[in-house]
């Protein structure tokens, strides 16, 4: 008997540090994937996840595997994963719907004494994205290596993002990485020129506990804005560090 479907949970605690800024984290995640198909082989073609996140209660994400979504009628249709001879994925397309509302988000007002007061909005959201992702290569324990994904938002802007030079500890957790990502802002239209930015990310030192979570990384990032007025080179180095 073929899975069909079933729920998970999720719950994370714990606090990390980014660039000397502390964060909390404290949430729980669930998962209800439902609608599972699958071809002669018995791979998975199809399915459907409802992800909420106690953190953002008002904010429900659905994941379509196995679906494009068509950019002038809307529509979402099945499209089946491409696997390799060995069974693994080679190629597959996906659809993200957010709906709800997020509250999240600090906003900085004055008051009647100019002294300013924290508070926060509510903004609506109800976005789609498509990600299709294709090259998918393999080492021979069957750790990923790379990939590419195409990803179409709701206005119908994309982002490349290629990994590579993915490096694996020996109990196959990822330790570093390299990451292109190159994105429209804006696209060219009559007297226009197009606007792109690339973001270029290699990340390293991954650590992780007993319990396989991870602890901590660098990340050293250059941002390219080659099309600009003025064409920028912006280079980043971040350290995180969380703690369990």
């Known amino acids: 008997r073929r899975l069909d479907g079933y729920t998970e949970q999720v ?11 502390p964060h ?16 002669v082989l018995n791979r998975l073609n199809y399915y459907e996840d409802r992800i909420t996140d106690d953190a953002s209660p008002n ?9 494009i979504r068509d950019a002038v009628t809307k529509e979402i249709t099945h499209t089946a994963p491409t696997y390799d001879p060995l069974n693994r994925l080679l190629s597959y397309s996906e659809v993200r719907h ?38 998918m290569s393999y080492d021979v ?14 206005r119908n802007q994309k982002t490349i993002r290629t990994m590579s030079l993915i490096d694996y500890n ?3 957790q990822m330790i570093s990485y390299h990451e292109v990502a190159d994105s429209i802002i804006r696209p060219a239209g009559e007297g226009i020129p197009e606007i792109s930015i690339s973001t270029i990310t290699d990340r390293s030192l991954i650590t992780y506990n007993p319990l396989g979570q991870m602890t901590s990384y660098r990340d050293d990032i250059v941002t390219i804005t080659p099309n600009l007025e003025n064409p920028g080179i912006v280079s980043l180095i971040s350290d995180k560090e969380v703690q369990w």
Do not use: C, W
Not at 13 to 19: D, H, L, M, P, T
Not at 25 to 38: D, F, G, K, Q
Not at 105 to 111: E, F, G, K, N, T
């Open 11 to 21: 719950y994370e605690a714990g606090s990390y540090e980014e660039n000397g800024v």
């Open 141 to 154: 324990d069957n750790n990923i290596l790379g990939y590419t994904d195409e990803i179409t938002d709701s």
């Open 24 to 39: 909390t984290i404290n949430h729980r995640v669930t998962t209800v994937r439902s609608l599972m198909e699958y071809d």
């Open 98 to 135: 957010e709906l709800g509302t997020e509250t999240d988000y600090p906003v900085i007002s004055l008051d009647e004494n100019n002294q300013e007061v924290p508070s926060t909005t509510t903004i609506s959201v109800d976005t789609y994205t498509v990600t299709a992702r294709t090259g």
């Open 59 to 67: 904010l429900e994400t659905t994941v379509f595997f196995g679906a």
């Open 170 to 172: 020996s109990l196959k």
